[in-house]
């Protein structure tokens, strides 16, 4: 099994719908992360969750909601899907001893 | 706060030829400096990371890069390009000092090989 599993992989959803992208990990990793990539604008920070009881704002947090519910599961919801969060999502755990992330294979969203 | 360039979009190498990606940083004091690779339809994989000591780092799959402090740079080399290693290359810095809590990626280089 991965480390970092991400459901789903591919979700079509339309405009206004809400949507929750669920993550969970086996690392035992306390660090959580939520980053969107779009062509040409690489990665981009939207949540992140040192343990349960801390949740962050990235740099791209409006009109995205997320829910730390226990070590191993991150979700990140859009409350009101719109066609510009049209993009490929990830999610991410670290271990602040070795520094670099363990990345989900991603979840592509489309909304129509 | 922290930022990474990566000046090349695409790059097309030759198929045993040399690579070099490159990725200049800026930030004020000693950063984490990471490459991930993603291939078509999977998530990020590290190639290598550097945090201090030896300026020359050995990764996977063949790759090494190089930290110039005095260039604010962190390139990544391949001496002989394979097939497989088409993909996309992100670099990416972390603050030591907040013990990288959140890594700041570059856009990203599109590698392809030709034949």
């Known amino acids: 099994d991965a480390d970092v599993t991400q459901t789903p992989r591919n979700r079509i959803t339309k405009t206004g719908k809400r949507i929750m992208l669920e993550c969970s990990q086996t690392k035992g990793h306390d660090r959580m992360y939520w980053y969107r990539q779009d062509p040409g604008l690489g990665l981009r920070l939207i949540y992140y969750s040192f343990d349960v009881k801390d949740i962050n704002k990235g740099e791209i947090s409006d009109g995205y909601s997320v829910s730390r519910q226990a070590q191993a599961k991150f979700s990140l919801s859009l409350e009101s899907a719109i066609p510009n969060q049209t993009a490929l999502y ?17 979840t592509r969203l489309t909304v129509v | 706060a922290q930022s990474v360039t990566q000046p090349d979009i695409h790059i097309t190498v030759s198929e045993g030829a ?39 780092v050995q990764g996977i799959k063949g790759f090494e890069a190089e ?30 000092n907040t013990g990288f809590q959140k890594l700041v990626f570059g856009t990203g280089t599109r590698l392809l090989v030709s034949p």
């Open chain 1, 90 to 106: 990830f999610c991410a755990t670290s271990d602040p001893g070795q520094g670099g992330y363990t990345f989900g294979s991603g």
């Open chain 2, 18 to 56: 040399s690579l070099e990606l490159r990725c200049n940083y800026s930030y004020g004091a000693t950063p984490y400096l990471f490459w991930y690779v993603q291939s078509p339809g999977q998530g990020l994989q590290l190639l290598l990371k550097y945090f201090s000591g030896d300026t020359l």
């Open chain 2, 67 to 96: 930290f110039k402090r005095s260039q604010s740079s962190f390139n990544l080399r391949k001496p002989s390009v394979h097939w497989s290693d088409a993909a996309e290359y992100f670099c990416a810095v972390g603050a030591v």
